[in-house]
Structures are given as structure tokens and as C-alpha cells.
């Protein structure tokens, strides 16, 4: 097995990556201590927590296109913004802007789906 280190990442990314959806998510969460659940789930289960991380990545990683159910409001916020943006410049090159924006958007959701 793989030793790894758990951190949080907020960036930078330009602005122009084809990734920053995602990259924005991750720095998202970066805040959050993802083992406090893991290890209270530990001590109650006496599960190691070694496993329950195995468990969760390998659910998550496995779970193709269910992990469209974990999108969240996030997601859903992210897109909307989106829109908000447009109809505040009200040019028909920020909704193009826009639709490229959210298509991109769904773009990484469908992955699991390909």
C-alpha cells in the first residue's frame, strides 16, 4: 500500500484551465478536516481509520456515474452563478460566455457517464 499525505489545495489555477470547475471544488473544501468524521467512525466502529479511508476512496472512485448524485448544491450554485453573471452584463456574449461556462460544467459530470 501507498503512503500518502492528506492536504488541502486552494490553487492558483489561470483562469483559462480547462479544469478550474473541479480545481474550484477541491479549494472548496480545502478548509474542511475530512478525517474528523472518519476518525469518530473509528472509535464507534472500531473500524481502522486507515480502512475507512480505503473505503470511502474506493466508493467514491468506484461509484461511476452514482457520483453524479454527489455534485450537490455546489454544482448547482456554481451554475447558476453562471447565469446570474450573464443577465447582469446582458450581452449576448456573456451568455455565450455563460453556456460555454456550464457546458464545461456538465461536461465533467458526464465523465463517469463516458
Not at 503512503?3 to 489561470?14: A, M, Q, Y
Not at 470511502?56 to 447565469?83: D, K, N, Q
Not at 453573471?85 to 457546458?103: I, L, M, S
Amino acid at each position: 500500500m501507498a503512503t500518502i499525505e492528506v492536504e488541502p489545495w486552494t490553487g492558483p489555477w489561470p483562469e483559462d484551465d480547462p479544469d478550474a470547475n473541479f480545481k474550484a471544488e477541491v479549494a472548496l473544501y480545502a478548509p474542511a478536516d475530512p478525517l474528523e468524521t472518519l476518525r469518530t467512525l473509528s472509535t464507534n466502529t472500531g473500524i481502522p481509520l486507515g480502512a475507512l479511508v480505503h473505503y470511502v476512496l474506493a466508493r467514491w472512485a468506484s461509484a461511476g456515474s452514482e457520483s453524479l448524485l454527489y455534485a450537490g448544491p455546489s454544482v448547482v450554485e456554481r451554475m447558476w452563478a453562471e447565469f446570474r453573471k450573464a443577465d447582469e452584463a446582458g450581452t449576448a456574449e456573456a451568455r455565450a460566455d455563460a453556456y460555454e461556462a456550464v457546458r464545461e460544467m456538465v461536461a465533467w459530470l458526464r465523465l463517469p457517464l463516458q
